[in-house]
């Protein structure tokens, strides 16, 4: 079951519920000028976000197909969707041009950003942050769109369960009970707890984002310089802890 919601002016959230995984895997599409989709979710997802997309603007039209870092669920999709819209680009960070994206999934080279660099789709501005190892991989990074203050923020603020699509209610907490649970299991270290992560998620946090769009979980309406201070703090507790029972 796949199911849209306007969690911004024109920007929306597709989310499909996957049991098998207890996990909602959501996309984000802006409506403007130039169209935007971040995330495309797996090829097995490509039918139903299809589908979504095409309730909110021809589907062929999209110009922009971002996402943070190289995985299935960022950009699996990403040559179904450059098939289906003869214009579309990715976009995302040098290292995942560079590394992956042109050579396994691309049908046209990607347009690659830097550090802060800018992409106005029309009424809306969108800010790339390379950050990487977070959430996740080398190659990570994330956009920011100014105007709304969306955060688009990937793997980051991820809970599990069928939840609802916005919420003003704590996201943190859920967070770390994901956490804890995948360190005991085979998604342990989903995240890394690097030098670098404090700092990312402080830079993040001074945006002064007022709403987390989540790939996996409900969308953050809110106080998001707090929220991602706290989502620090909580990788630090779970994360840098279970490195150092590893090492004793
Ligand atoms: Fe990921
Ligand atoms: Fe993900």
Request: hydrophobic share 40%; aromatic share 10%; charged share 20%.
């Amino acid at each position: 079951m796949t199911d849209i919601t306007e969690i911004a002016a024109d920007i929306y959230r597709i989310s499909t519920f996957v049991p098998e995984a207890n996990v909602q895997f959501n996309q984000f599409l802006v409506r403007d000028e130039q169209p935007l989709l971040f995330h495309t979710g797996m090829k097995a997802l490509f039918p139903l976000v299809r589908q979504a997309v095409s309730t909110v603007l021809p589907p062929e039209t999209l110009k922009w197909i971002g996402f943070s870092h190289f995985e299935a669920d960022e950009c699996g999709a990403l040559r179904e969707w450059q098939e289906l819209a003869p214009r579309s680009t990715a976009l995302c960070s040098i290292v995942a041009k560079l590394v992956s994206v042109d050579d396994v999934v691309a049908a046209r080279p990607a347009q690659a950003l830097e550090d802060n660099q800018r992409l106005e789709t029309g009424r809306y501005r969108f800010r790339f942050l390379q950050t990487p190892q977070v959430p996740h991989a080398w190659d990570a990074g994330l956009l920011y769109e100014e105007t709304t203050g969306t955060l688009l923020c990937s793997d980051l603020f991820h809970h599990n369960g069928n939840v609802q699509p916005m919420t003003t209610s704590d996201v943190v907490g859920p967070f770390k009970d994901m956490l804890r649970a995948y360190q005991r299991g085979p998604f342990a270290y989903y995240l890394p707890y690097t030098p670098q992560t404090k700092p990312t998620l402080e830079r993040l946090a001074a945006l002064r984002p007022t709403v987390l769009a989540t790939m996996h979980g409900a969308t953050f309406v809110g106080n998001g310089e707090q929220a991602v201070l706290d989502l620090a703090q909580a990788m630090e507790d779970v994360l840098s802890n279970v490195c150092h029972e590893q090492k004793n």
